[in-house]
Structures are given as C-alpha cells and as structure tokens.
C-alpha cells in the first residue's frame, strides 16, 4: 500500500496563478518531508523540505503548509511561472533516511 | 561537480540477460541508494547502502543485487533481467543515513527490457 498519497496527479495553471499539491501519509513515524521537482530526463531535486515541528515553511515563491493532527502536507507555489512546469514528488522518511515518495503531480503552467 | 553519475544512461536487455548499472558520487558522502521510477508509483526504494561496507533491501530488492564497491561506487546487478524491470533507475546520495539529510540523485538510466 502506498504510504504516501499524492493528489492531483496533473495540474494545469495560468501564468502568476497559485499551484497547489497536496499529500497525506499514514506512518507517523515520519520526520522529514520533503518535494521534489523533476524535469524531463532529469533525477529529482530537493525543492523544499519541512520537519513536523513547524507548521508552515517558506522559500522564495514555494512554500510547505505542514497538518500533523490530519497528517497531510501540502505544497503551494505562488506566481507559477512556466519555467516551474515539471513534475512534483511529496516524499517522507523516518530513521535510515530512506525517503517514501508520492505517486507524483505532473504540472503545466500556461503563458 | 559531478555530483551522483550513472552509466548507462540507456540500455536494451533482452528478458534473462544480465547488466550492472554503474553509479558514482564524488562528494564524499557516506550513504548511497537505488530507487526504480515507474509511472504512476513514484519512486520506490530498491537497495540502499548506509555506509561503506554494509548494504540493506529497500521496498522492492527482488531480481536485484547491489555491490558498494568502495566509498564513492554503488553497483546494482540485474543477474536476469525481466520485462517488469523495465523502468528509469536511479542513483542517489546523502552525506549520512540521518533523516533529513538531502538526498542527491543522479541524472538517471532509462532500461528496457524486451
């Protein structure tokens, strides 16, 4: 079973518009939760990460809304730009640092 | 910098042949990981090596081998390989097995097999 649920599996949005993904996790021996961004024919890449003792954690234009009652995360990406088209991975670990990754979004964002 | 290298980068393997896909990090970093990427399932846990010298099953360690060769090399062996490892691998790093340490991942190896 998947660990971590990742939704929507694609997203499309207007250019300056606000991104959105969301995901849950069931383990909540979790500490550490992370997003990826991939590129085509690219490995992913830490985009952001946030540890369950903040509830809100902010770079630049992307920012992660963390809820440890309801055990869901969620990524926002304020101004989408068409160079943020990509895919994106919510992921989480625990001890070994072995990351559980979501199913993936796979963004377009329209000029 | 190199970071994480993976050979090849594409490879065609006929069902019950074999192949070592190659990986190699130059920063120093003491943990390295296998992950499979699929549509649709994300990326899943093969084999990882914590440190130099021990190596452990991830979530999907079956018709894998694994080989951490020295400090910097993670081999990973397909000893018969099978259409349902057609998949793109991935080699990733981090300085340690800590939680929360960033997790480097190569460019990526894209295998089918026939």
């Known amino acids: 079973q998947q660990q971590v649920k990742q939704s929507p599996q694609s997203l499309i949005v207007q250019k300056g518009g606000i991104s959105i993904i969301n995901c849950a996790y069931e383990n909540t021996a979790f500490d550490y939760f992370p997003w990826y961004q991939q590129f085509p024919g690219k490995g992913p890449a830490l985009l952001i990460a946030i540890r369950p003792d903040v509830s809100e954690k902010k770079e630049g234009r992307f920012t992660i809304s963390f809820n440890k009652s309801a055990k869901q995360f969620s990524l926002h990406i304020m101004d989408s730009q068409p160079g943020d088209s990509a895919t994106y991975f919510c992921a989480a670990s625990r001890y070994g640092n072995k990351l559980v990754f979501g199913a993936g979004t796979i963004l377009r964002v329209k000029s | 910098n190199a970071g994480v290298t993976q050979t090849p980068k594409f490879q065609v393997l006929k069902t019950g042949q074999s192949m070592t896909l190659q990986c190699a990090q130059d920063m120093n970093h003491n943990s390295m990981y296998w992950y499979r990427q699929d549509p649709g399932m994300g990326l899943r846990l093969i084999y990882y090596?914590?440190?130099?010298?021990?190596?452990d099953k991830g979530e999907v360690p079956n018709g894998y081998n694994v080989s951490r060769l020295n400090k910097r090399e993670f081999s990973l062996r397909l000893e018969s390989a099978a259409p349902s490892q057609t998949s793109v691998y991935f080699c990733?790093?981090?300085?340690?097995?800590?939680?929360?340490?960033?997790?480097?991942f190569g460019e990526g190896s894209w295998l089918t097999v026939v």
């Open positions: 090596s914590a440190s130099e010298g021990t190596t």
């Open positions: 990733a790093s981090s300085e340690t097995a800590n939680s929360g340490n960033t997790i480097y």
